[in-house]
């Protein structure tokens, strides 16, 4: 974590989208590790509750201490993928948002095709599931105008970091469930201005 | 007289021989400064105190070196020095593996396929690269056996029964389970976006797009549909 923090750091962003400037700053290495260090306190090691989890924030015990598993490490997951679950979880320390928690999806909850989007494990969907957000700042919304803020601006980042980003943004924004938010996040980040 | 008049003459005789003598010392030293003014622009230099030091050679202007081919071993070497390091930022991603040869594609597949399928992040790696280069109808077959590759159900045995998830900490997980599929199908998207001339290569990506479109893997589904939809397939 060390590391990917490190490579966080060293991010410089040719631009920045509006969305990204509201919530984190500039496109930037050290703006980055301020917003983290501002919200997570401690990092302990935990498994979540969950055996597929990456990371999570247990709220009753401290909302501002960041618990990471051993998947962190086990799991092979793209770098950029990694820092999306930290900037994710660390989004979820803040107490004066009632910690962004999620919003159930909607029922039915089917991708642009129609067709149900579901977990890939289980086959399960993610139908009722509190696995959304209604709103661009949560942490479905943050992590993934960061990306794509990285996808598009990132001046350092390799084309497979910054191929990953755009990956992993894109199948986040798919938890949004709020037209609003959905249109805001569009014209933030998916609109031809940018391309 | 006749006395007289030799005095007289060797007077003569002597006033001419000073007047010679003169005007040939006058005319030395004139043809001595105009030769100097001629060649000379600069001062002479004055008289060195310090030892002579010899002037510096010339330095020849080397060629700049040709880039040093670097083997196929050579390159995979560097790959597993890249995926060790879990450092996706490394520079030589974009720098090292932009001409590949057929043989440095043969090694790289090589390398796919002796990978334990739950290094997915590696494979995607080899994909993602491999699939920068599509050029060939053999590169497309490469790509589609990737395609159709059975779900992976877990990132420690893929094989093992897919576990139960809570939906939220897992979010990046379906993207990663699936990760060389994903790559294999963002290397044709891109291809697609170049508008290739070879209508039998453009031909063969859209079918394994539209292939993998029924995939039981979603995500993999979900993604070739999107690739229809904006080559305008669907």
């Known amino acids: ?195 | 007289m006749t006395r007289k008049f030799g005095f007289f003459a060797i007077f003569i005789c002597l006033l001419v021989a000073v007047y010679m003598l003169e005007r040939a010392k006058t005319a030395s030293v004139e043809v001595s400064m105009s030769s100097a003014t001629a060649t000379t622009v600069e001062p002479p230099a004055p008289a060195s105190v310090q030892p002579e030091v010899p002037a510096p050679m010339p330095v020849p202007i080397a060629p700049s070196p040709a880039p040093v081919p670097v083997s196929s071993v050579e390159k995979v070497k560097m790959l597993e020095d890249i995926l060790a390091s879990k450092n996706d930022n490394d520079p030589r991603l974009d720098s090292e593996f932009n001409n590949l040869t057929d043989n440095d594609k043969a090694a790289l597949q090589k390398k796919y396929s002796d990978e334990n399928r739950e290094k997915l992040n590696e494979r995607g790696t080899i994909v993602y690269l491999l699939g920068r280069t599509i050029s060939s109808s053999h590169d497309l077959v490469f790509i589609k056996q990737v395609t159709e590759e059975p779900i992976c159900n877990n990132f420690e045995n893929c094989n093992a029964i897919p576990r139960d998830d809570d939906s939220d900490h897992t979010g990046a997980n379906d993207v990663t389970l699936a990760y060389p599929q994903v790559m294999a199908l963002k290397s044709l998207e891109r291809f697609l976006q170049t508008n290739p001339q070879d209508y039998a290569l453009k031909q063969q990506s859209l079918e394994i797009v539209n292939t993998a479109a029924g995939s039981r893997n979603d995500v993999v589904a979900r993604m070739a549909r999107q690739i229809l939809d904006q080559s305008g397939q669907n």
Not at chain 1, 1 to 17: E, R, W
Not at chain 1, 82 to 111: I, K, L, Q, Y
Request: hydrophobic share 40%.
């Open chain 1, 1 to 195: 974590m060390i590391a990917d923090m490190n490579f966080v750091g060293t991010i410089q962003g040719s631009a920045t989208s509006p969305l990204h400037q509201q919530i984190f700053g500039a496109v930037n290495g050290p703006t980055y590790l301020q917003f983290f260090d501002a919200r997570v306190k401690a990092i302990g090691l935990s498994g979540c509750g969950d055996p597929n989890a990456v990371a999570c924030v247990i709220p009753m015990m401290g909302s501002s201490k960041m618990w990471i598993t051993q998947n962190y490490i086990k799991f092979s997951h793209p770098q950029i993928a990694r820092s999306m679950v930290v900037f994710h979880e660390s989004r979820h320390t803040e107490v004066n948002h009632g910690n962004w928690g999620h919003a159930n999806c909607p029922t039915p909850f089917n991708d642009p095709q129609g067709n149900p989007i579901k977990s890939i494990w289980t086959g399960a969907v993610l139908a009722g599931k509190p696995a959304c957000d209604i709103t661009p700042f949560g942490s479905y919304g943050s992590s993934l105008i960061m990306l794509k803020n990285v996808s598009k601006f990132c001046a350092n980042c390799t084309d497979k970091v910054k191929t990953d980003a755009g990956i992993y943004a894109d199948d986040q924004f798919k938890r949004i469930i709020n037209p609003q938010a959905v249109a805001a996040i569009k014209k933030d980040l998916y609109s031809v201005r940018f391309q």
